[in-house]
């Protein structure tokens, strides 16, 4: 993990004594989370399968939670996905994320957690805001339609651990990842994001020996894309080392303290550059063509990262070399039959 403690403190807000709960440990962020966790010495992890508890049962939740008392918790568990699974289901992707996120957080709330740490997302910004997006431009305009449930959610979620901290002082932080991708991710034909999705696509073109894949929209919006093991290190970073009431945490532009930070690279491109990155690592040498018919979503989406990265923390791996690292994980799951339909 970098770390430069030149702008914040150097005493370490939680210990590798600490009982901590990652919610959602199986998932691409979560078992990302546990791998940082454990590389820096934090052994004592709580971690639970969904047949076993169900986040969105409130009772089970609490009851889980009075029994083991965690002192940091890692909200991580969410329901996602791509602009079609968000398009076909967003009773899902609103209500399940909102009942998820309540459950975890208020039991953490009311059983003492020590220091919490809630993942958002950076489709929380409005669609239109100016680039790259300062965490200022929260709430400042209209969302992206295709992924407008899920943001909902995830504001909800944000201004939850904002009321927290606000009215009882409880320790709740929250980082907004960009694109992220990497081991562990979804390769469902309809279901997956776009990195993973172009994976699948041109493999299964490759192996074909098709002449031409075609990918959705146009090609032209810009996206940023952080490997999922940069921002396992960044959430430890964070709850080791940002206290947003430091005199040396980042602030808004109007001086007031920020609970709220953005996390990505800090740098994009275009969805037509990433599908030739991917092709050619894969070894497709036919045509890329792109269907206008089918939404682009947001233009352009690059995050701010100047105040996490102020604090010490930045990334680690490259798009060319995280895609490599994703490429062998997409193998092993061809290997072991874990690709879904």
Not at 157 to 174: E, H, P, S, V
Not at 290 to 313: A, E, F, Y
Request: net charge positive.
């Amino acid at each position: 993990m970098n770390l430069t403690l030149k702008t914040i403190d150097s005493i370490e807000l939680i210990n590798k004594e600490e009982s901590i709960f990652v919610a959602g440990h199986r998932g691409m962020v979560g078992s990302a989370i546990c791998r940082s966790f454990n590389r820096n010495g934090f052994k004592n992890l709580l971690t639970i399968d969904r047949r076993n508890l169900d986040l969105l049962n409130s009772q089970l939740v609490d009851a889980w939670f009075q029994k083991y008392r965690p002192s940091i918790v890692v909200l991580a568990a969410a329901k996602v996905g791509g602009i079609e699974a968000n398009r076909s289901f967003p009773v899902d992707f609103i209500l399940n994320n909102l009942q998820i996120q309540n459950n975890v957080i208020n039991a953490s709330w009311k059983y003492g957690v020590k220091r919490l740490l809630f993942l958002g997302s950076s489709c929380i910004y409005p669609k239109f805001s100016e680039q790259p997006i300062k965490e200022e431009a929260l709430l400042t305009g209209p969302l992206e339609p295709t992924n407008e449930w899920y943001a909902i959610a995830k504001i909800t979620g944000l201004k939850l651990c904002q009321a927290l901290r606000k009215q009882y002082n409880f320790d709740a932080i929250t980082l907004m990842p960009t694109n992220l991708y990497g081991p562990g991710d979804n390769y469902h034909k309809d279901n997956s994001h776009v990195l993973p999705a172009m994976i699948r696509r041109f493999y299964e073109a490759y192996k074909r020996g098709d002449d031409s894949v075609t990918c959705w929209g146009t090609g032209t919006p810009l996206r940023e894309f952080l490997h999922v093991d940069d921002l396992g290190d960044a959430c430890l970073f964070a709850l080791r080392f940002w206290k947003p009431e430091s005199i040396n945490a980042p602030t808004f532009l109007n001086g007031q303290k920020l609970s709220y930070l953005n996390i990505g690279t800090g740098v994009d491109l275009k969805i037509k550059e990433l599908a030739e990155i991917i092709a050619e690592k894969i070894g497709f040498s036919g045509s890329i063509k792109w269907d206008n018919s089918k939404p682009d979503g947001t233009p352009k989406k690059q995050l701010d990262v100047s105040r996490i990265m102020s604090l010490g923390w930045k990334p680690k791996i490259s798009l060319e070399k995280g895609i490599d690292h994703t490429l062998k994980d997409f193998h092993n799951q061809i290997i072991n039959q874990n690709i879904r339909e």
